[in-house]
């Protein structure tokens, strides 16, 4: 009999985290585990009680202090595992006042669980330093998702307009009101913006980018690879990110990228594009920087975007093998 895996989601709109734990359901791997994906009432029914009892169950929503009870509840029924998707050191600086009530919060979340997943080493760090979770109750697996469909895009020829692309959700964390900023105090530069997603912020967002003929909405996205296709360069401006699919979608895509020093975004960047401050001084000077690359050196944008490619290959494999070997042994 098939091992029984139980991934407890209540917030679907987290783009990022629902692709990745889709992915990981519809993946090779329910050949050989059982999988299910629920919220958390649902897990605690007695109906899911009855009709699927799990070996392992696996939180992806964000830790708080009324959640505290529920994650005790869902331990009582089988092994826990938290994957933590939403806290971060850049997270805890931007958010949080009153940091020990916060870190505390954690430390007992986390000692609920058999077992926490880091998405990223850089969130990991963040844990060890402040004694968030026991190291050996500590595992890191790079966030992923199937990149299939991104690695088959053909490559872009460079026009005489460079075309920049963004997208998620529009919400303080992606930082998309940071690049409007930039882009319009760069008037003179010939390029394009386009920018995709919705969410709370949407009506400020545009209100900012009123009158400016260079920035144009394309809505929420039905068709990633789609969009990142009309892209030659990816600009990810945000305050905080715990690891960032969009950068492993753009990179997948042969697009060279612009990210902001925060949190695990800064590991997945190398010789694939520029690592800069979440501010608009470094943002500007960066869009400025890429712009004068495409009119100066356009190869050099060609490489960045061979290389973050190449990076990338492989990663949805080893990404299954890593939580294979975790379901194994979790599940015992």
Not at 188 to 207: A, F, I, P, T, W
């Amino acid at each position: 009999m098939k091992p029984k895996i139980l991934s407890v989601l209540i917030d679907r709109n987290v783009g990022g985290v629902t692709a990745s734990v889709n992915s990981l359901l519809e993946s090779s791997l329910a050949q050989k585990f059982s999988f299910a994906l629920i919220s958390p009432q649902e897990a605690l029914s007695k109906h899911t009680k009855s009709k699927f009892r799990p070996d392992l169950t696996i939180v992806h929503d964000a830790s708080s202090w009324k959640f505290l009870l529920t994650l005790l509840r869902l331990r009582m029924r089988s092994k826990l595992v938290i994957q933590e998707h939403h806290y971060s050191e850049c997270f805890e600086s931007l958010n949080v006042s009153q940091k020990w009530r916060f870190r505390l919060m954690l430390k007992i979340a986390y000692a609920i669980a058999n077992r926490v997943i880091a998405v990223s080493y850089g969130q990991m760090k963040w844990m060890l330093k402040h004694k968030l979770v026991k190291p050996r109750n500590l595992t890191v697996i790079q966030q992923c998702r199937n990149l299939e469909d991104f690695v088959v895009l053909p490559s872009k020829p460079l026009g005489d307009k460079l075309i920049l692309g963004v997208y998620g959700r529009f919400s303080a964390q992606k930082g998309i009101d940071l690049l409007l900023r930039a882009i319009q105090e760069l008037p003179s530069l010939d390029l394009e913006l386009l920018v995709g997603g919705y969410g709370e912020h949407e009506q400020n967002l545009r209100k900012m980018a009123d009158g400016d003929h260079r920035i144009q909405f394309v809505g929420k996205l039905a068709n990633v690879p789609q969009f990142l296709g009309t892209c030659d360069v990816v600009v990810i401006p945000s305050r905080w990110e715990p690891w960032g699919n969009v950068c492993l979608e753009a990179k997948a895509a042969g697009k060279p990228v612009i990210v902001t020093r925060v949190d695990g975004l800064t590991e997945q960047v190398k010789d694939c594009g520029l690592v800069v401050e979440a501010n608009v001084e470094e943002i500007k000077e960066a869009i400025a920087k890429v712009v004068h690359i495409h009119q100066t050196s356009p190869q050099t944008l060609i490489c960045w975007g061979e290389q973050g490619r190449q990076s990338v290959r492989g990663a949805w494999e080893r990404y299954l093998a890593e939580w294979e070997a975790l379901f194994w042994l979790s599940s015992k």
